[in-house]
């Protein structure tokens, strides 16, 4: 949707759409976004960075 890059969303439930697995696990980052495209739907707002060092993995989360 916004070209070649990492995506982040401020609303988890939109990560959770791209979780596949049985356990479902998704990382909480700290991304620098003064660079980054937006997007915003009706529904989920979404963040596309191209430089993946302007992100910093802070959990590991696991839902059931």
């Keep these: 949707m916004l070209g070649v ?3 982040f969303a401020p ?3 939109k990560s959770m759409q791209y979780c596949r697995d049985g356990k ?3 990382l909480l980052n700290q991304v620098n ?3 980054s495209k937006y997007h ?3 529904i989920f707002d979404e963040y596309m960075i191209k430089d ?3 992100a910093l ?3 590991l989360l696991t839902f059931n």
Excluded: A, L, R, W
Aim: aromatic content about 10%; charged content about 30%.
């Design 5 to 7: 890059g990492v995506y």
């Design 33 to 35: 976004i003064d660079e």
């Design 24 to 26: 479902k696990t998704m």
């Design 57 to 59: 993995p802070i959990y």
């Design 11 to 13: 609303d988890p439930n």
């Design 40 to 42: 915003q739907n009706k």
């Design 52 to 54: 993946p060092n302007k």
